[in-house]
Structure formats: C-alpha cells, structure tokens
C-alpha cells in the first residue's frame, strides 16, 4: 500500500474523528452545548488529534528509516568481495540496484547478485509498506476510539487541544530554529576546513580573485581568494538598486495612501505588485538585450565608455525588481497609521504635506525602515541579474559603467561542475556564504537599533 493512500486513510480517519467527537459530547449532554465544559469544536478537535498526531508521527519515522534499514539489510547480503569495495564503488553497486529495483534502465551486464539484491528490495519494500499501512492505520483507529470513549461534558477538551497547539507551535518554532543554526554550522565547519588552506587574511583582505582551477598539487594550484573585489561588487550594485528602489518606492507609497483616488489606487497597487512576480532571468535578460546595449548607445553619443555588462545596468534592473518589496509594504504602514493623528495635525493648522512629513512618516518609520531592510537584503542576494547585467569579472572600481561582480555568483561558480569538496577552489563558495551571513547579519541588527532609536509611541 503506497504511501499517499495511507495518508489519505489517516486523514479521513481524522475527519470522521472530529465528526464523531462533536457528535457524542453533544449526545452526552442531550444537546444543550452549555452544559459542555468546552464547546463542541473542542471535543471534535480533540478526538481527530487522537487520531491523527501518533499516525502521522509514525509515518514521518517509518518514511524517515524505511530507506536506511533496507538499505542496510541489502548491503549485508551482498557478497563479501562487495562488501569490501571502496566507499565510492560501494555507492556505484547501491545505485545499480537501485536502478534495477525501480525499473530504470541500466547501462552494460548486471551481475547476478545484483539482480537477486533488487529483487529482494523489492520484495523488502512491498512488505515496509504493507506493515506501514497497517501500523499506522491501526494506531489511527486506536487514538481515535480511545479519545471517543473519553468525551463527556465534564472532559476539558479546550485545554488539551489548546496545549497541543502550543507544543505545535512550539516545534514550528523549533524547526526554523534549527534549520537556521544548521546552515551556519555547515558553512562554519566548510569555512574553517577553508581557512585550514587558505590564510585568513590572504581572504578577508586580499584585492585579487583568481581561483586558478589547475592540476592538484601544482605550484600556485590554490589560486588568489581575495574577498574585496567581490564584496565592493555586492555593495556597488546594491548601492545603485536601492538609489533607484527606495526614492520610486517610498514616494509612490506616499501617493497611494494619501493622495490617489481609491480607483487609481485600485489599479496601480496591483500593478507595481506584479513587478515583484516577474522571474528574475527575465529582468537579466530585458537588461542584457534591452538596458545595457541602451546605456552603451548612450554612453557613446556622449563621449564616454560604457560597457553593455555594468554596475549600472545591473543597478538600474534590480531597483526595479525591487521596487514592490519599498513600496508595498511600506504603503501599508503608512495606512497603519491611525488617522487621528492626521486629524489633529490638520485641526493644528499643518497642509497636508506637512502633516505627512512630521506625523505620518515618523509614525511609520520602524516600518519603512524594515521594508527598505529587506530589499536590501533582496538585492545582497540577487544573482540572476548579476551574472547577465553585471558580468562575472572580479574588478575593484569605483566605476559604474564597468563590469563587477558579487558574493553571490561567485558562490555558484565555485560550486558549479564535477568538482570534490577538498580543494580550496570550492571550499571557498562557503566562506563567502557564511561572509554573506554575518554582512546580512550586521545589517539587520543596525536596522532594529535605528527602529528603536527612532520609535514613537503612539495610543
């Protein structure tokens, strides 16, 4: 029994749990819902969570070590001469059977222990699903059965459902968490394995990157990691987004929430939104054959030299890319802010510009400041538009009409192709990513320290 089966009979076993649930506390009390401890929505909830929570906890287990224990079960009876194979080899026979076992073509002879191995997994595998499906759908019936033999009006459903929201959001919780710690913990450990090749501050303040990818073991094979052309690359075209995002952005949220129609609002706000949908390789490729070889024509006509592939042109494409993330949410916190206190800046006397300009705006500051924060962050990480508008050359310029690069794309070019994780050419993408990190990571905290300087407080 497949897997999606067993959870659609878990799930209907839930519905029915809750149906069943509601059902008997409303019979227990002859159908006066007052004289239930909780309402009934409660005791149904409580009896579907019976139902549900040790299922679903047992097919998240068995899915988890379905694979692992086949696995280990097949390895044991592969022959012994197999068995002893090289780490890499071993993995080359697992995924042979692998292919057999699921049907997929293989290339050359299979051995015959190969196909007496898949056919066992096969075997193997239809007998894990089976217990599964039973197991999980037997604990179903259980949990439900003995929640539904303890409803009575007297059973304060409220709280035991109301605590296993809490435990919910509790493991939501910790999942984020977790998840966040273990991505700086693989970068720290890549980072310092890194750093065990490269010197410290032959990275953090070298100006020259040149990751030469030559012969292991020959001379000057490790190459230049100097992280300065690429973070100014970051930073330079960072800059010049958020000189074209955040004037465009804040000043069009301006408009609509205080000066457009509502009719005008209606169609605007919706339309500045679809910037934020359009997929990033299809800005790269509007500033590839539309924006750069514009800026060049320009630039030309003009006397001066500029490059298709440049600050600028990335600049210029991300700013609007990321003009949604300044002006939506920045347009919401303008109309967060309580219209008393227009009120009475206009009963003082104040036009209406002066009213935005001393009221509204310092009002909605932690806001805007935290919209503006994040298409920072939007445009730190961009690397579609980099890679097509800005090029991949690591050139330290003050420049805008030449080709840099950022953090970001260097980070998939090092982790791009057949390559092993032991070398300093690829170790690197995790320096530069755990740098990313605490940059970012720099950012937001001076962000919330202006929020809180700047705050008002407001009834």
């Given at each position: 029994?497949?897997?999606?089966?067993?959870?659609?009979?878990?799930?209907?076993?839930?519905?029915?749990?809750f149906a069943a649930g509601r059902q008997r506390a409303l019979a227990s009390s002859g159908?006066?819902?007052?004289?239930l401890h909780s309402r009934p929505a409660y005791y149904g909830s409580y009896v579907a969570?019976?139902?549900?929570?040790?299922?679903?906890?047992?097919?998240?287990?068995?899915?988890?070590?379905?694979?692992?224990?086949?696995?280990?079960?097949?390895?044991?009876?592969?022959?012994?001469?197999?068995?002893?194979?090289?780490?890499?080899?071993?993995?080359?026979?697992?995924?042979?059977?692998?292919?057999?076992?699921?049907?997929?073509?293989?290339?050359?002879?299979?051995?015959?222990?190969?196909?007496?191995?898949?056919?066992?997994?096969?075997?193997?595998?239809?007998?894990?699903?089976?217990?599964?499906?039973?197991?999980?759908?037997?604990?179903?019936?259980?949990?439900?059965?003995?929640?539904?033999?303890?409803?009575?009006?007297?059973?304060?459903?409220?709280?035991?459902?109301?605590?296993?929201?809490?435990?919910?959001?509790?493991?939501?919780?910790?999942?984020?968490?977790?998840?966040?710690?273990?991505?700086?913990?693989?970068?720290?450990?890549?980072?310092?394995?890194?750093?065990?090749?490269?010197?410290?501050?032959?990275?953090?303040?070298?100006?020259?990157?040149?990751?030469?990818?030559?012969?292991?073991?020959?001379?000057?094979?490790?190459?230049?990691?100097?992280?300065?052309?690429?973070?100014?690359?970051?930073?330079?075209?960072?800059?010049?987004?958020?000189?074209?995002?955040?004037?465009?952005?804040?000043?069009?949220?301006?408009?609509?929430?205080?000066?457009?129609?509502?009719?005008?609002?209606?169609?605007?706000?919706?339309?500045?939104?679809?910037?934020?949908?359009?997929?990033?390789?299809?800005?790269?490729?509007?500033?590839?054959?539309?924006?750069?070889?514009?800026?060049?024509?320009?630039?030309?006509?003009?006397?001066?030299?500029?490059?298709?592939?440049?600050?600028?042109?990335?600049?210029?494409?991300?700013?609007?890319?990321?003009?949604?993330?300044?002006?939506?949410?920045?347009?919401?916190?303008?109309?967060?802010?309580?219209?008393?206190?227009?009120?009475?800046?206009?009963?003082?006397?104040?036009?209406?510009?002066?009213?935005?300009?001393?009221?509204?705006?310092?009002?909605?500051?932690?806001?805007?400041?935290?919209?503006?924060?994040?298409?920072?962050?939007?445009a730190i990480g961009e690397t579609m538009i980099v890679v097509m508008a800005a090029g991949?050359?690591?050139?330290?310029?003050?420049?805008?009409?030449?080709?840099?690069?950022?953090?970001?794309?260097?980070?998939?070019?090092?982790?791009?192709?057949?390559?092993?994780?032991?070398?300093?050419?690829?170790?690197?993408?995790?320096?530069?990513?755990?740098?990313?990190?605490?940059?970012?990571?720099?950012?937001?905290?001076?962000?919330?320290?202006?929020?809180?300087?700047?705050?008002?407080?407001?009834?």
């Open positions: 029994m497949s897997t999606p089966l067993v959870l659609a009979a878990v799930l209907l076993m839930t519905l029915a749990g159908g006066h819902a007052r004289s969570l019976w139902a549900a929570v040790p299922a679903f906890l047992l097919l998240a287990l068995w899915v988890v070590a379905q694979p692992l224990v086949i696995d280990m079960m097949i390895r044991s009876h592969l022959p012994e001469e197999i068995r002893g194979l090289t780490r890499d080899k071993l993995s080359l026979v697992l995924t042979t059977i692998d292919n057999i076992a699921t049907g997929r073509a293989v290339a050359g002879e299979v051995p015959a222990y190969a196909r007496e191995a898949a056919a066992r997994k096969v075997e193997l595998q239809a007998s894990a699903n089976w217990a599964m499906a039973v197991l999980a759908i037997g604990l179903a019936v259980i949990g439900f059965l003995f929640a539904w033999r303890r409803v009575n009006p007297m059973l304060r459903a409220r709280n035991s459902v109301e605590r296993a929201t809490i435990v919910a959001l509790i493991a939501c919780s910790g999942i984020a968490i977790l998840t966040t710690v273990g991505i700086v913990f693989s970068m720290l450990f890549e980072t310092l394995h890194f750093f065990s090749l490269v010197p410290p501050q032959d990275f953090f303040f070298g100006t020259v990157w040149d990751p030469r990818f030559t012969a292991a073991g020959s001379e000057g094979s490790a190459g230049q990691f100097g992280l300065i052309p690429l973070l100014w690359g970051t930073v330079f075209i960072s800059l010049v987004s958020m000189l074209v995002a955040v004037p465009v952005g804040l000043l069009s949220a301006i408009y609509l929430a205080e000066y457009a129609h509502k009719n005008v609002r209606a169609w605007v706000k919706p339309l500045l939104e679809i910037l934020a949908g359009i997929p990033t390789v299809v800005y790269g490729f509007f500033a590839l054959t539309t924006l750069g070889p514009l800026f060049r024509d320009i630039g030309a006509s003009l006397g001066f030299e500029v490059s298709a592939t440049s600050v600028l042109t990335a600049g210029v494409v991300m700013g609007v890319m990321i003009i949604p993330f300044v002006s939506s949410l920045s347009d919401d916190i303008i109309n967060a802010v309580p219209q008393s206190l227009r009120d009475g800046s206009l009963a003082l006397g104040a036009t209406q510009s002066e009213t935005i300009k001393r009221v509204v705006l310092p009002a909605a500051l932690p806001g805007i400041v935290g919209s503006i924060l994040l298409a920072v962050s939007r991949i050359a690591a050139n330290l310029t003050l420049n805008p009409f030449e080709s840099v690069t950022t953090v970001t794309v260097k980070i998939v070019s090092q982790l791009t192709g057949d390559l092993e994780f032991n070398s300093p050419q690829t170790l690197v993408a995790f320096a530069l990513g755990l740098t990313l990190f605490v940059v970012t990571l720099g950012l937001n905290i001076y962000a919330l320290h202006i929020v809180r300087k700047y705050r008002e407080q407001y009834d």
